[in-house]
């Protein structure tokens, strides 16, 4: 049976073969290694997590876009004051990849059981693969506000939320709604009042009072947002 520390290496080499030319820079310490790409308007990252049990859980592509998470940030949520946030290794994270199927044989909040070195290799193999296909569409699609807006509205009329984890877009929990809003206004969504309103249901829900003065603040802070698109 393989070990975590000769599972390591073998996917780090890899993957640093490949992304590494591309300004990628690899953080190993912790719980969870990441890869991360910094840009002047973004952060693309993404981490895994080696289980004692044997499986390696892999988050797939993420991005935090600054003039969101500079907001978010601003704003804080209850019982987070976002102290862990250095810039080096962690992040607010405004989207995550919820679209991209994992390989059959891989569950979600464990990982894709690793006991052998095929299976090593077969893992490692369907990572870069999606690194180098899937990954950089969901980049630039989602790099991009006015995409993100029009996932929303798209799951929006599924019925579904943004953060959903079925095929969601917006990282977090309610504070998915805050990273929402504050797109919508960036985008000078014309329905962007609809969607306040909808927020505005839910963060009146008694089970929820305690993110109203947060999210009350969130609203009163987009009243000085400009747009910088027009969809």
Known sequence: MLTKKEKKEYVFKKLNEFLKPQG???VKT???????LKENDK??????????MGQIAFSKLMISIKIVEEIIFE???P???YSHIDNKKYFLTTVFDGETKMPEGYYRGIGYDVN???????????ILNYLKTEGPKFIETYSYLPNILKKMDELTAQGKTWQNMENGILSGSLDAEFR????????????????????????????????LPYYEKLKERLKSV??????
């Open 116 to 126: 052998t070195q095929e299976e090593l290799e077969f893992f490692t193999e369907w």
């Open 75 to 77: 704003i804080k949520k």
């Open 24 to 26: 990628y820079y690899l």
């Open 30 to 36: 912790g719980l969870d290694p990441s890869f991360i």
């Open 43 to 52: 952060i693309v990252y993404f981490f895994f997590n080696f289980k004692d």
């Open 180 to 211: 929402g809003l504050i797109i919508a206004k960036l985008c000078n969504d014309p329905n962007f009042q609809k969607k306040v309103e909808m927020c505005d249901t839910v963060f009146n829900e008694s089970c929820y009072e305690e993110w």
């Open 226 to 231: 400009e747009s910088i698109y027009n969809v």
């Open 79 to 81: 019982d987070q004051d």
